[in-house]
Structure formats: structure tokens, C-alpha cells
Nanobody
Framework: QVQLVESGGGLVQPGGSLRLSCAAS????????MGWYRQAPGKQREWVATLTVSGTTNFATSVKGRFTISRDNAKNTMYLQMNNLTPEDTAVYYCKANWGADAFWGQGTQVTVSS
């Protein structure tokens, strides 16, 4: 089992920045592919970004150039740096750890972009 805990969400004005954290209960980054997803009100959960074991990153078109993903192996923590936020980024953000058939989700953290 893997527990994931997101934090760092909040209310931010358009154009602002936030950094989300995803703390894992144990060292999993050498095994699990990590990802960020989000779910806006009334919409399906969508993929935002992926960080592979080897360190390769991929981003959804809607966030490419604005979001970056990183990890701190010593802290068992993954980050999502979000810049130039827009109201369309408002959602609950979830992190996910995936390895084969195993998949674990965090509880989510709310990000609201509004003036």
C-alpha cells in the first residue's frame, strides 16, 4: 500500500502561482510512475502531467509551458509548480502513483483561481 497526501492548494488570482506537493508514505519514485490529475466542477478527471521513474516529464497541452513537475527523493515528495494560472485551472488536483496494475490516489487539494 502507498498513501499519498497532497497539499499546497488554495485561492490565487489569475496570473499567480502555486506549488502543490504530493507526499508519499514510502520511497516509491524508483518504481512508480507519478502523475498529477485534476477534476473541475461538473467535469471528468483529466490528466495534467506525468513524471516517470527515469525522470521524463510530459504535460497536457493546456498546461504545457506553465506547469513543471519535480520530485525530492529524500523527502518522498513530488511537486507541481503552477505558473500563470487562469480560472480554467480551477479544480481539485490529485496525485497518482502507478506501477503495472497498482494505482494509488491521494485525496486531492483544491485550487481556485479567481479575482
Amino acid at each position: 500500500q502507498v498513501q499519498l497526501v497532497e497539499s499546497g492548494g488554495g485561492l490565487v488570482q489569475p496570473g499567480g502561482s502555486l506549488r502543490l506537493s504530493c507526499a508519499a508514505s514510502r520511497n516509491i519514485f524508483s518504481i512508480y510512475t507519478m502523475g498529477w490529475y485534476r477534476q473541475a466542477p461538473g467535469k471528468q478527471r483529466e490528466w495534467v502531467a506525468t513524471l516517470t521513474v527515469s525522470g521524463t516529464t510530459n504535460f497536457a497541452t493546456s498546461v504545457k509551458g506553465r506547469f513543471t513537475i519535480s520530485r525530492d527523493n529524500a523527502k518522498n515528495t513530488m511537486y507541481l509548480q503552477m505558473n500563470n494560472l487562469t480560472p480554467e485551472d480551477t479544480a481539485v488536483y490529485y496525485c497518482k502513483a502507478n506501477w503495472g496494475a497498482d494505482a494509488f490516489w491521494g485525496q486531492g487539494t483544491q485550487v481556485t483561481v479567481s479575482s
